[in-house]
């Protein structure tokens, strides 16, 4: 059984920082790609980064470019998504999600974990 299961979110402080975590289980993820979505209260979930778990390449979307890092530790099965400079309009529910193809749509991915929650206050 796949799972992907994410910690590390919490309440922070604007201008502080989170890495936030995802462990991958229940399959082999080399050849997938994995991904970091993010949902704030009455809104669509949103894309904000992907990592190629082979070759490590990433994509960002414009929007967290230049404040949020993701990255992968093969050996642990864990994908990160390290967020510098929080600001409160980052609060939202944090997920992993893995698919076969890099995308910044939600229909490219099929597994996907249970979120963490970041709440950023002003």
């Known amino acids: 059984q796949v799972q992907l299961v994410e910690s590390g979110g919490g309440l922070v402080q604007a201008g502080g920082s989170l890495k936030l975590s995802c462990v991958a289980s229940?399959?082999?993820?080399?050849?997938?790609?994995m991904a970091w979505f993010r949902q704030a209260p009455g809104t669509e979930r949103e894309f904000a980064a992907f990592?190629?778990?082979?070759?490590?390449?990433?994509f960002y979307a414009d929007s967290v470019k230049g404040r949020f890092t993701i990255s992968r530790d093969s050996a642990k099965n864990t994908v990160y998504l390290q967020i510098s400079s929080l600001q409160p309009e980052d609060t939202a529910v944090y997920y992993c999600?893995?698919?076969?193809?890099?995308?910044?749509?939600?229909?490219?991915?099929?597994?996907w974990g249970q979120g963490t929650q970041v709440t950023v206050s002003s």
């Open positions: 990592i190629t778990w082979s070759a490590g390449r990433t």
């Open positions: 999600a893995g698919g076969l193809y890099g995308s910044i749509w939600r229909t490219g991915y099929e597994y």
């Open positions: 229940g399959r082999t993820f080399s050849g997938y790609t």
